[in-house]
């Protein structure tokens, strides 16, 4: 099994800025890419950032240039920096990974979340 461990959600004003980390743990051989989603009561879920094992990074057009992700292979954990929030950001934040177990089995799993709000 793999396990994901996020922190670092919270409560911040409209401009301020949150760090949210997510650590692997498990029989874990390599992870091809983790990610950052967030999901508001009765919406989709929807893809916030990605970071391949090669560092290739994915945003969605909303946090261009206010979010940025890192990636800690020694660690397996992957880090969100979320600067000049806004409340349209406020949501349930979840990590997400895609890789093999040690025994090549396939890894896709889900974090249980951490809340970000943005509200004055």
């Known amino acids: 099994q793999v396990q994901l461990v996020e922190s670092g959600g919270g409560l911040v004003q409209p401009g301020g800025s949150l760090n949210l980390s997510c650590a692997a743990s498990?029989?874990?051989?390599?992870?091809?890419?983790m990610g950052w989603y967030r999901q508001d009561p009765g919406k989709q879920r929807e893809l916030v950032a990605t970071i391949t094992a090669g560092g290739i990074t994915n945003y969605t057009d909303s946090v261009k240039g206010r979010f940025t992700i890192s990636r800690d292979d020694a660690k397996n954990t992957i880090y969100l920096q979320m600067n000049n929030l806004k409340p349209e950001d406020t949501a349930v934040y979840h990590c997400?990974?895609?890789?093999?177990?040690?025994?090549?089995?396939?890894?896709?799993?889900w974090g249980h979340g951490t809340q970000v709000t943005v509200s004055p």
């Open positions: 498990g029989n874990i051989f390599v992870i091809y890419v």
């Open positions: 997400h990974a895609e890789g093999l177990f040690t025994d090549y089995s396939d890894i896709y799993t």
